[in-house]
């Protein structure tokens, strides 16, 4: 039971390059999260996907957009990457969403650089 | 504008005694409140949760309280071990969103 895998685990960018972090879940789970970690600031969350079809704003989502390419795939592009966007990139799933009290399982992380 | 704060960066406890960490919020809408434990090189994993219903939740050698009118909840473990080394992120959720946001973080050491 792999749970939630995140690709890839790390990845170097030069300033203005774009790539697209992926995210797939084999939990059958219905709601689905990015977050970022940066030192000092915990996990910020950038967007999130309550259910197939539909996406939405989190704290910190400027300079990011998504796809819920269907329900288990939930991916983050950056389009034009700054090294403000240096960061451990994580995705989340939840059976239900936030909003029912169900816990958020965590992928392993994609460590981002860009230079 | 950090909603949920853990204003201590780290905490040293010698195995076997109580670990405690605190944790404070600002929004009063929030209404479901959750621990989780982190590893180096691994995603968050779910420890407790407490509602705002209760003010008290135990799972084991962790409880959870928490104060309402204060604002605060706090992470008890007892007894501590060396396992328990990790960083630990409060977590909170306002009634009928899907937005869960999380606290900086308290990176706990338990030395033998």
């Known amino acids: 039971n792999a749970g939630v895998t995140q690709t890839p685990k790390f990845q170097v960018l030069k300033t203005g390059q774009s790539m697209t972090l992926q995210c797939a879940q084999d939990?059958?789970?219905?709601?689905m999260y990015w977050y970022r970690q940066d030192p000092g600031m915990g996990l910020r969350l950038i967007y999130y996907s309550a259910s197939e079809g539909t996406t939405d704003k989190g704290e910190v989502p400027n300079g990011y957009n998504v796809s819920r390419l269907n329900k288990r795939e939930f991916s983050l592009r950056l389009e034009s990457a700054a090294p403000s966007q240096t960061s451990v990139y994580f995705c989340?799933?939840?059976?239900?969403?936030?909003?029912?009290?169900?816990?958020?399982?965590f992928g392993n992380g994609t460590r981002l650089t860009v230079t | 504008d950090q909603q949920v704060k853990q204003n201590s960066p780290s905490l040293s406890v010698q195995e076997g005694r109580i670990s405690i960490l605190n944790c404070d919020y600002t929004?009063?809408?929030?209404?479901?409140f959750l621990w989780y434990k982190k590893y180096p090189a691994e995603g968050p994993t779910f420890l407790i949760s407490?509602?705002?219903?209760?003010d008290k939740n135990e799972d084991g050698r962790f409880t959870v309280f928490l104060n309402k009118s204060a604002k605060h909840l706090s992470l008890h473990i007892v007894p501590s071990q060396p396992g328990d080394s990790a960083v630990y992120f409060c977590?909170?959720?306002?009634?009928?969103?899907?937005?869960?946001?999380f606290g900086t973080g308290t990176r706990l050491q338990v030395f033998p």
């Open positions: 977590a909170a959720r306002a009634s009928n969103t899907d937005k869960l946001i």
């Open positions: 939990m059958n789970h219905n709601s």
């Open positions: 929004n009063s809408m929030f209404d479901y």
């Open positions: 989340a799933s939840t059976q239900h969403g936030a909003a029912y009290n169900s816990p958020l399982h």
């Open positions: 407490i509602s705002s219903i209760k």
